[in-house]
């Protein structure tokens, strides 16, 4: 087995705590990877707030770049020495219908998630990046494209395909009008991507300090939501509203934001949210949500093209309790990132 450390979550109000636990001896069909970069992403906070008693420890981090250690007898795509990245999902069962169309995240067994799922060969339990080695199936594992800082690369594997994958199903271009909600990590890429695409972007946020950074990112106009006359103002104009909002909200004002047709992605993952049916009534809306990962060889291509990356604010792995007690409180901006052995 590999010997590994890293910083483990024991409780819900509880500081993360130093841990040395294995990863598996490689398989034909691994790669491992020394952790360089972590993200730090809101899923990870849920995670650990919803931690009951006496769980075992969680390790988490989804988002991450390194570089390659070992390859296992089969990898043919990586060597010692590369640098890659890799995202919230590292593997699934590769025979149900999703997984043969290449649509993994949406794996029939379920996919198995990078911390807090199970291994599909020997049922263990993942453990995540805030660690400094992972090993990962070669499949789920990319390449770091050239010439992009891979601190601030580690972000776009979470926050970045999350928010990527429905700006592309939606085929948005320069004739779409796209809300995004909340400026967080998802935001603030999501309206990166979203402007790089070409749509008019208005950015809906709880927090009118921002709105010199949202049109710095490229928004067009920025609706400070609270203000309820400022969301009659934009009621029927969009074609996509991204609500990447993490804490339970009302969903009716950004339905009523969508024109006829408009589609209400939401990708935040608060307990629940309030869907009032007369809000659909008498609409032609669709809500959909999103996980991630398909497109992300698609969505590197495209940053590496474009020099797309997350603002980040990198902190060493020791002050992982400070970005957490930060990010709970919405002082971020606008995605920590944990250096682990960089
Ligand atoms: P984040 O950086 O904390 O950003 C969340 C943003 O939500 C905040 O910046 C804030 O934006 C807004 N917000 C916070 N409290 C709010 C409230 N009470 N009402 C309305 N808006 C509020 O979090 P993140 O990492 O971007 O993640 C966002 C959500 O997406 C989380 O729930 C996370 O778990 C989820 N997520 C889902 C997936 C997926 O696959 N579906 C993947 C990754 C993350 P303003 O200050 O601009 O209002
Ligand atoms: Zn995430």
Known sequence: MRAVT???????????????????????????????????????????????????????????????????????????????????????????????????????????????????????????????????????????PAGLDPAAVAPLMCAGVTTWAPLRRAGVGPETEVGVVGLGGLGHLAVRFAVALGARVTVFTTSAAKEADARALGADDVVVSTDPGAMA????????????????????????ALRLDGTLCVLGLPEQYVVSPMSLLGRTLTVSGSAGTVETQEMLDFCGAHGLTADVEVLPLEQVDTALARLAEGDVRYRFVLAVTA
């Open 233 to 256: 103002a934009v009621a029927g104009r969009l074609d996509l509203v991204l609500d990447t909002a993490s804490a339970a909200h009302d969903l009716a004002p950004y339905l009523g």
């Open 6 to 144: 890293g910083f483990a979550a024991y409780g819900p109000h509880e500081p993360l705590r130093p841990i040395e636990f294995t990863r598996r001896e490689l398989r034909s069909d691994d790669v491992a990877v020394r952790v360089t970069h972590v993200g730090v992403c809101h899923s990870d906070l849920h995670a650990i707030e919803s931690l009951a008693a006496g769980a075992p420890p969680l390790v988490p981090g989804h988002e991450f770049t390194g570089e390659v250690t070992a390859v296992g007898a089969e990898v043919t795509r990586f060597r010692v020495g590369d640098p890659v990245a890799v995202g919230n999902i590292v593997d699934s069962c590769g025979r149900c219908a999703s997984c043969l169309a290449h649509r993994e995240p949406y794996c029939r067994e379920f996919p198995t998630t990078t911390y807090g799922g199970r291994d599909l060969r020997d049922g263990s339990p993942t453990q995540g990046a805030y660690s400094t080695e992972y090993v990962a199936r070669d499949a789920f594992v990319y390449a770091l």
